[in-house]
RNA sequence: GCGCAUGUGGCGUAAUUGGUAGCCGCGCCAGACUUAGGAUCUGGUGGAGCGAUCCGUGGGGGUUCGAGUCCCUCCAUGCGCACCA
């Protein structure tokens, strides 16, 4: 009997489905655990090998924890809503929905090829009016609440009318753009003004933000579709235009991102990332007196985080979006600040932040400084960012490196306020150096002087301490069609909340997927939409993603987005595996949501993730053939330098290691059809190089092809074999026969092409169970350390004693399937079966690694003279120190290493090694 | 530029707390069975040397009885962030 992997694995594939093996119930007695996988969006190209990494991981570790006696929640969806669905349409005409439909099908093939043990009848699509429903109403809990900054938490939006109804802004404060009111004063205002000031403080708000416009494509650009300030598609001019978006005010709960990251288990990486995003940082704002010869009583106000070097200041720069740069720019300077602000609006974000070249203008305006009097000149400058601080720095070009560049560039004088700290090569951002020429800072190490010179500031009135962060609040709109519909109206500017009942605001069909006027979105095409007087942007492609793990719970409900009772139940996702892609974006945003809906007691956690694993990206390994110039001629690799050769992409599934296959090259391309090869030695060698795996390169390997040549269980002990999941790696199919001849002889174990079965109920030795054992306890440990590669390197270890030991005995072999079950889960069950048990092998117990099998009564030692390993002797575990001296010193070879010099020191670390030192 | 990570045979990798470097697999070499093999099985395989032995974890230095592992420094690669004041 053969290991028939094609036939056996459709067999149990079917029984899975048949049987609802992997249903799992809202209600048990077990404990609890949520094993999940970030969620794909269904692109058109389908899976590569890349892809299902982290899927296979995340499939052992539930198997895993199943066979553990856990309640294992393991759910798949599709994040459906996207860019590249309506692009296609834009192109091709099919609705986003019918495209996508079809993606998703293609996924779910391939998915089911591998034989994971999702929950498939817990499936979400954030496409489906039954999700988004809950998506809006989510956003409709943000609308309706605002951040309570002496709570730190989400507190209903009636809650502040209420304060200010009774308090005006007395207890709850003002906000950027609110002044503060008393309660009369807030009933005086008009609907309309009130629901201004409201806007100020909802977790979801509309403002107004800079966004690429270009006028040609009548299209709202994402940054990267922006170059050299034109589209990428066309060329068109880019400019920047004021555009009504929605935004979360995620920046509310920046404290508790950052606390709420000591509580989970994020890699170090991962969590310093989102920490660096955040970019909290502790300085002062102040304010200048500007001296301009138009007459303004107007500030400058600069947020520093190093208020120590104030007089070390030696020119300011303001960004160039300021709106009261016309107020102070000097006639003299007009024509050139006029020319540098139409240089700088050319160009988009992206390129301002990654331009090295110095650029700037001055004012003809000074700052003076309030210390000494100094007359500091204001300068613009790109790399100064409107949306970050004050949108305005003071530079001190001794301590900060850009700042020593721009004056250099520009010339501007340079003071020392640290003496030999500052060479005047380059400048020195030390917080150790002691102060000079600064006053009544003089002499003070500057790590002290910054508090000093906060509290001085504070007391003269000219400006305050200040937290600052570097994250925005997040935009929430896009001017597109496919994507979740905001149940918002908007009757006389004011933003309207549909109601619970009016829910979902289904996404209507259009004509054309093309932009609305005015850069609005397709919706705003629609008549009966417009008339509606409906919201015409859409939500970006996270906001589905934000909650999702929240839906898997209780996926039908339709009274709810999840109920409490439920939720409560499954609680925290207690490993989320995905790739690092989504450090900062999807992560935080799900975070947020997580803490706003704790916060209004929907939820019983505020942390989504408790544990985070990421999973390393698998590049494509690349081929390329080698073209004669004007000719349809390939030159091998070796020899392509005696010609004039172009590099062409060539279907890494031709080729064989480095080696073309020549005929199916010819059949790949009809251009190839009769092309002619220059081989050596007979072979036509391809050219390599490590890349992303893309279609476009021809490198990607589908894993169906791979599962149909050697098995899903092969593929999956394959995938974990390369290395550590979180490791990035090139494919490479190569070694893929080993994990195949693997399986095959843990088959033979069992039955035997020839002589048929092998395995029989004897008892098994001291010995078949010490290898039991042994690979028993590694394999748990690893497993729970996810250290896959190691497990499958450990079952190998395991099958190839027991053959040696021809041990066939089913006491033996019964417990080594089900430690093989989560990861190769077909084989295992056949198995299971054949040997006699009833019912699935997902339902056994775990093996219980028993140490007295294992236990040795001796213990090879190596022994070393000066650190060198010179023998090995097998001594007993418990033998002394005494006795283990007098055997070395006695043996030969210790003998022959010491040269008969009497040892200084004896080292014998039991269990360990010894070392003689002479 | 800043931050983080990683450098081990021809290749993917292993060595969990500092304690026998190279497990497992690929590839390669030899052999068995075969009309044949890109099937299967057995043995070998870090480098140099006939050998005893020596050299070896990116380079250099250090701590230690002992370093792939810890520290310093340099180099290389990958990833992330990017004029963040």
Redesign the pocket.
């Known amino acids: 009997m053969e290991y028939q992997f094609r036939e056996l694995e459709k067999k149990w594939q079917d029984h899975w489905k048949k049987n609802k093996t992997y249903q799992v119930p809202n209600v048990s007695d077990k404990p609890k655990f949520y094993v999940l996988d970030m969620f794909p969006y269904p692109s058109g190209a389908g899976l590569h090998v890349g892809h299902p990494l982290g899927y296979i991981a995340s499939d052992i570790f539930s198997r895993y924890k199943r066979l553990k006696g856990f309640n294992v929640l393991h759910p798949m969806g599709y994040d459906a809503f996207g860019l590249p669905a309506e692009q296609y349409a834009i192109e091709h005409g099919v609705h986003p929905a019918v495209s996508t439909a079809q993606n998703i099908d293609n996924f779910r093939k391939q998915l089911d090829n591998i034989g994971f043990c999702y929950d498939w009848e817990r499936e979400v699509r954030t496409c489906e009016p039954g999700y988004y429903k809950w998506t809006q109403w989510i956003f409709l809990q943000l609308f309706n609440s605002f951040f309570d900054r002496d709570q730190q938490k989400a507190s209903s939006i009636n809650n502040l009318i209420a304060s200010f109804e009774k308090n005006g802004t007395a207890v709850v404060g003002t906000r950027a753009g609110v002044e503060a009111f008393t309660a009369e004063e807030w009933k005086a205002k008009s609907h309309k003004e009130q629901q201004e000031v409201l806007m100020n403080y909802r977790l979801a708000f509309c403002g107004y933000g800079e966004v690429n416009w270009c006028e040609a494509l009548g299209t709202v650009l994402a940054n990267d579709e922006v170059v050299n300030g034109v589209s990428e598609r066309g060329g068109h001019p880019v400019v920047k235009k004021k555009l009504r978006q929605w935004y979360l005010r995620i920046t509310e709960y920046a404290d508790r991102l950052l606390k709420g990251l000591d509580e989970i288990e994020f890699s ?2 991962m969590k ?2 989102q920490t ?2 955040i ?1 909290k ?1 502790y ?1 002062a704002e102040i304010d200048f007196n500007i001296q301009s010869e138009k007459a303004t009583d107007r500030k400058l106000r600069v ?4 208020p120590d070097t104030i007089f070390g200041v030696d020119f300011m ?1 303001i ?1 160039p979006e300021l709106d009261y740069i016309d107020s102070i720019t000097s006639t003299e300077q007009a024509a050139a600040v006029a020319d540098y602000l139409a240089f700088v609006k050319s160009r988009s ?2 390129e ?8 700037g203008v001055f004012t003809g305006a000074y700052a003076i400084n309030p210390f000494n009097g100094k007359q500091i000149p204001i300068w613009i ?16 070009p001794c301590g ?4 020593f560049k721009f004056a250099k560039h520009f010339n501007i004088p340079i003071t020392n306020i640290i003496g030999d700290a500052f060479n005047g090569e380059e400048a020195n951002p030390t917080k150790d150096a002691k102060l000079e020429n600064s006053d009544f800072l003089t002499g003070m190490v500057m790590r002290d002087a910054i508090d000093v010179a906060v509290k001085k500031i504070e007391d003269l009135g000219i400006g305050t301490r200040k937290v ?1 962060f ?1 994250m925005r609040d997040a935009a929430f709109s896009r001017q597109r069609y496919w994507g979740e519909p905001f149940p918002i109206t908007w009757k006389d500017g004011v933003a309207a909340p549909l109601t619970e009942a009016e829910l979902p605001l289904l996404l209507p069909d259009v004509e054309s997927y093309s932009p609305g006027p005015e850069g609005e979105g397709p919706l705003a095409n629609i008549p009966e939409w417009v008339s509606r007087e409906l919201e015409t942007n859409t939500m970006p492609g996270y906001a589905g993603s934000s909650w999702y793990f929240l839906r898997y719970m209780d996926p039908h409900n339709n009274e709810a987005f999840c109920d409490r009772k439920v939720s409560d139940y499954w609680g925290q996702v207690d490993l989320y595996i995905g790739g ?2 989504h ?2 974006g999807h992560l935080l945003y799900s975070r947020m949501w997580t803490k706003a809906l704790y916060d209004l007691g929907h939820i019983g956690f505020d942390e989504p993730f408790r544990k985070l694993v990421n999973q390393g ?1 698998i590049q494509g390994s690349s081929r390329f053939v080698y073209r004669i110039q004007n000719t349809n001629k390939f030159v091998s690799k070796g020899l392509k330098d005696q010609y004039e050769t172009n590099a062409l992409h060539v279907d890494v599934n031709i080729v ?1 290691g480095l080696e073309l296959d020549t005929e199916a090259f010819k059949k790949w391309k009809s251009d190839y059809a009769d092309a002619e090869f220059i081989l050596e030695d007979g072979k036509y060698i391809c050219g390599a190089e490590v890349e ?1 795996m893309s279609k476009s390169k021809y490198n990607t390997v589908n894993p169906d092809m791979l599962v149909d040549k050697y098995g899903a269980d092969t593929f999956r002990m394959y995938e974990m ?4 999941v979180e ?4 494919w ?1 199919t ?2 893929i ?6 399986l ?2 843990f088959w ?1 174990l069992f039955y035997d092409e020839l002589k048929g079965k092998m395995w029989n109920e004897e008892t098994p030795t001291a010995e078949e169970l010490k290898v039991l054992h042994k690979a028993i306890k ?1 394999i748990e ?2 497993t729970e ?1 996810f ?1 896959f ?2 497990a ?2 450990a079952f ?2 395991c099958v ?1 004693e027991l ?2 030991l021809k041990c066939h005995k089913k006491a033996v072999l019964e417990q080594l399937i089900v430690l093989m079950t989560p990861y190769a889960p077909h084989i295992s069950e056949e198995l299971w079966s054949l040997i006699g048990n009833q019912g699935s092998v997902l339902d056994a117990s775990y093996p219980k690694y028993e140490e007295k099998y294992t236990i040795e009564s001796s ?4 022994i ?1 003279v ?4 010179r023998t ?1 002797l097998n001594l007993p575990v418990d033998i002394s120190a005494a006795e283990v001296e007098k055997i070395v010193l006695a043996n030969e070879v210790v003998l ?1 290493w010491t040269e008969g010099k009497p040892p200084k ?1 004896i ?1 014998f ?1 039991p269990g ?2 010894v ?1 003689v ?1 002479i």
């Open positions: 170090e990486a310093e990332m660096n995003w970019g940082s300085g947020y520093t985080t190093r720069v960004a974000e992206r301002r932040m990654a331009e090295k070249k110095i650029s400058s790109e790399y100064v960012l409107a949306g970050y601080g004050t949108g305005a720095i003071m530079a001190v900060d490196e850009r700042d600052n570097k690092t892609e450090a900062v990206m064989d992303k074999f390369l290395g550590p490791i990035s790696k090139p490479d190569k070694g026969e080993g994990v195949h001849r693997f095959k002889k033979r590694k440990e690893d350390r250290s590669n190691t499958v390197s190998m270890i190839n053959a040696d213990k090879e030692y190596p070393s000066n650190g060198k390993m090995t022959k020191k080292i670390v360990k090694m070392n030192v």
